[in-house]
């Protein structure tokens, strides 16, 4: 247990996309260190699941809370859940990543994407920072993805809405740097969750959910961005200095060979 950590971002956290991988992970890490988890996402039976192995293991008060962040009213459902619980961490990792070419995902799934990608961090960033910057101290931290930093073809709408999010958080960290509230998007590559596993692809410098958590915990305090991953970062770092042609094309084609050997 962190009494720090605990006073930044304690007594609650919530941590959206908490059913399974890198959200899962964060419900841990955070309930390790001391604070208090509320889960949400929509199956209720797994978030029953991840409550019971978090207060095993950890010891915290624990609470699930089963919301579908693509109803636009989401955040009135949340708002009401917290009522006057006292929140010092929001963890924005909910994800919806279809991948294929760009007329293969319908307009429901370009709109869910959208829905979960980009609105829900938005209206819980509206939702909760001013109560952060008003106690002084907390952190948001929003899970991006090494995506958001290059269009990246045969995911061009999730990789769109990543951007969004690390453009926005950037921002916010400026905003709210001063005022307590440590703001950060954690941009991952490649981790080990249940939709990569689906997928059933091999992909190089595959990362665990765990790992990914712990290096957004760790590096809260150090905003804007964190990238998890030597590799992730060297990629990115190499990236940065070619012509955006060269990048497009080379995105490309690793995304093309993950959508033709992808089972799903
Ligand atoms: N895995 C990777 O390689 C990778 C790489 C870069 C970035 N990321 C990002 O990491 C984050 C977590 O993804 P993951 O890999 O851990 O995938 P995951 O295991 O599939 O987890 C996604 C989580 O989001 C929740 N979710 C999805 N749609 C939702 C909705 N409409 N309402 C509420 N909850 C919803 C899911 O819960 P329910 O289904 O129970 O609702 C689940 O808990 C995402 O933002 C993803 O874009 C992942």
Redesign the pocket.
């Known amino acids: 247990m962190s009494k720090d950590f605990c006073n930044l971002y304690g007594p609650w956290a919530l941590i959206?996309?908490?059913?399974?991988?890198?959200?899962?992970a964060f419900a841990h890490a955070i309930a390790a260190r001391g604070v208090n988890v509320i889960l949400?996402?929509?199956?209720e039976e797994?978030?029953y699941r991840v409550r019971a192995d978090v207060v095993a293991k950890h010891g915290v008060e624990c609470e699930t809370l089963v919301?579908?962040?693509?109803?636009p009213s989401?955040i009135d459902q949340v708002e009401v859940f917290l009522g006057d619980r006292e929140l010092g961490l929001v963890v924005s990792?909910?994800?919806?990543?279809p991948i294929g070419s760009f007329e293969d995902i319908d307009r429901e799934a370009v709109l869910?994407i959208l829905?979960?990608?980009d609105r829900?961090p938005l209206l819980l960033a509206q939702s909760f920072l001013p109560g952060l910057a008003k106690r002084g101290r907390g952190g948001f931290l929003i899970?991006?993805?090494?995506?958001g930093f290059n269009g990246t073809p045969w995911s061009a709408v999730?990789s769109a809405s990543?951007a969004f999010v690390q453009s926005l958080g950037e921002a916010l960290w400026g905003e709210y740097r001063k005022r307590g509230v440590d703001v950060l998007v954690l941009?991952?590559?490649?981790?080990?969750?249940?939709?990569?596993r689906a997928r059933e692809v091999e992909?190089p410098g595959?990362m665990t959910?765990a790992a990914?958590a712990e290096y957004g915990l760790k590096h809260l305090g150090n905003g804007p961005c964190a990238i998890p991953g030597l590799s992730n970062r060297m990629i990115l770092g190499v990236l940065k200095f070619m012509p955006r042609k060269l990048v497009s094309k080379a995105m490309g084609k690793a995304l093309r060979a993950v959508v033709e050997r992808s089972k799903i």
Do not use: H, M, Q, W
């Not at 949400?40 to 199956?43: D, F, I, N, Q, S």
């Not at 919301?67 to 109803?71: C, F, G, Q, S």
């Not at 899970?143 to 995506?147: F, N, Q, R, Y």
């Open positions: 959206t996309g908490a059913s399974s991988g890198i959200g899962e949400l996402a929509r199956r797994e978030l919301v579908d962040l693509a109803v989401f990792n909910a994800g919806y990543n869910r829905d979960v990608n829900a899970v991006g993805s090494i995506e999730y990543k941009s991952p590559g490649a981790t080990d969750t249940p939709i990569l992909v595959i959910p990914v």
